[in-house]
């Protein structure tokens, strides 16, 4: 029988009068659970929230005002301010807040929640919820939002009394940011707001069994410090939990130490310079050639902060097959999930890599450090031959002049090197994570996990306020988006607008959902059902130059209050990214028309052996090659990409 959620659990109990839950704390400021809310978040160092007001979450707006300590942003839908908070605390590396209603706009942020769950971001989610007796009756705007985020969340409370809160709030922003961080929702009942109770601080936590463990236990540095000794070809694949530990220099000293080649997944681009000769890049479905090479080649691959993500291993048995594991993580349950490791260590990566560094020199004291020229010689080969490339059209097409590559290429060459990356989801986000130079940590937030469309205006917002508020606006933002994700969260112009966040935005405009017209391309013998979006499409009974707009994105922007722009030709396109670049007191969008069968590659087909990767159509320069063997192209279209080779205009 299955065990009822918290809430369920509560609401089946015997309703309590007032009187049966009498205050017996007494000491501090007398208040109002609202009042104490917004108090604990000042007294947490709680800089800036975003949200949205309603009913339920009433008596905690009331009580912010001019004289509240944290700058408040409105935003407007319930997801986006979720969303917003992750972007701020990924450029930041603070919590990120929102505060939102019970009902719809509770149910509006799950999809936040679970998106700062898939890639631990620190964040602290406030929901509204109706009064304690009308729990369990269907009331208005009620709905179990605990046992909604169970099992996408790190934790969630659910709070009835006025004096728990200042608690569980310390002990909410404690458990985000600890261990391996994520989102934690308190619920909070309109009792608990309008209750009375009496203020005081720091409160004291009751966390029973929460205890992240954070240093290396036992022999495991010894164990790990030997397989190196003992290897040829590793591979340090270094994941997102290297991101959220600031772990870059550590890793790299890693490498540095080792000789040990670097590969990323997506989260964690940034997190090396990409000037870092170790780095190969990204690996996985749409990495580059060296570094998926490199994995399946090596024999010791060791997992920093990472989850053996599908993504990153396409068939999960013939990923690295040839290799021992050294798995590094502060969550335990990630270790030996999906590989079993050879050495296993629980720990947070920055101080696990302080530890592990000095015994890996201890042991090449005493053995020396293994000959790794043939292994950089075969790497070096493929990061040569092999890269990240695309075509140009032949002829100008109907429905775009540019190569979205080719512009995700120009915005990062005229950015300031501080940039702030930001991202949707579809095939610009693989573009900017293939060919935008990242030089600098935290410079890239994007949604990895879930892979949430509509993520990265709101993001981008949240990154600028962050910006202003840590980095006095000295990084710049930049949101690359595609016109079908970007549409699922347009309506945060005004937010942004209003905010006076100067957020830049490429809209990579090709009027189709563009990842999915890839797959019916390579999968799906070109039928595309439902991708079409008719935002940026030739007419067929008028000059190419004529397009239907719906919407229009610079007349969208323009209503917004925003700067809007527009890029056919190259020349359109460098006059309106150095024009954005200027501009500094308010959004600006670049609609930019692109190629509309310009595909992602390198690429290896979901479920397949990363051996398989197609560098582009008909060129699979791993099948068949055996570690040592010349890394040359053999020709051999990739099993499960059939079709690619007739897709003639895919680069």
Known sequence: MATPTPLQAFSALPKTTPAADRQTIVNGEKMTGAKALVRSLEDLGVQDVFGI????????????????????????????AGHAAEGYAVATGRVGVCLVTSGPGATNVVTAIADANMDSVPMVVITGQ??????????????????????????SFLVTRAQDIPRVLTEAHYIARTGRPGPVVVDLTKTAQVGEMYYSWPQRMILPGYNPTLKAHGHVLRDAAKLFAQSYRPVLYVGGGAARSNAGELVAKLAEV??????????????????????????????????????QRSDLLVAIGARFDDRVTGKLDAFAPTARVIHIDIDP???????????????????????????????????????????????????????IHYDEPQDQPADGSLSPQWV????SKSADPSTIWVSGVGQHQMWAAQLVDFEHPNSWISSGGLGTMGFGLPA???????????????????????????????????????????????????SVYGMVRQWQTLFYQHHYSQTNLMDGEARKDTPATEFVDVPDFVKLAE?????????????????????????????VLIDFRVYKDAMVWPMVSA????????????????????AGADPAASGVVASGVAGASNASNAD
């Not at 979450?57 to 997801?79: A, C, G, S, W």
Request: aromatic letters at 6%; a negative charge; glycine letters at 10%.
């Open 53 to 80: 007001p309603g009913g339920a979450i009433l008596p905690v707006y009331h009580e912010i005002n001019d004289q509240t300590k944290f700058r408040f942003v409105l935003m407007r839908h319930e997801q986006a």
């Open 130 to 155: 109706v009064g304690v007796p009308a729990i369990g009756t269907d009331a208005f705007q009620e709905a179990d939002i605990v046992g909604i985020t169970y099992p996408i969340s790190k934790h």
């Open 258 to 295: 080792t000789g040990a080649p670097i590969v990323t997944t997506l989260p964690a681009r940034g997190v090396v310079p990409d000037s870092d000769p170790h780095n190969l890049g990204m690996l996985g479905m749409h990495g580059t050639i060296a570094a998926t090479g490199a994995v």
């Open 333 to 387: 349950a990630e270790i030996g999930k999906n590989r079993v490791p050879d050495v296993p260590i629980v720990g947070d990566v920055s101080t696990v890599l302080t530890d592990l560094i000095p015994e890996i020199e201890r042991t090449q004291a005493i053995q020396g450090k293994p000959n790794l020229k043939p292994w950089w010689d075969q790497l070096d080969g493929l990061r040569t031959k092999y890269t």
């Open 408 to 411: 995700v290429e120009q915005l």
């Open 460 to 510: 981008a917002i949240g990154a600028s306020v962050g910006s202003h508020r840590v980095f006095e606006d000295r990084k710049p933002v930049w949101l690359i988006d595609g016109d079908g994700s970007f549409q699922m969260t347009s309506e945060e112009l005004a937010a942004a607008f209003l905010d006076h966040a100067p957020v830049k935005i490429a809209i990579l405009n090709n």
């Open 559 to 587: 209503a917004y209050g925003c700067v809007g722009m527009r890029a056919f030709t190259k020349e359109e396109a460098i006059s309106a990214i150095q024009r954005a670049n200027e501009i500094n007191d308010r959004p």
């Open 607 to 626: 479920g397949a052996s990363n051996d398989t990767v197609t560098y582009r159509p008909g060129v699979n320069p791993l099948v068949n090659k055996p």
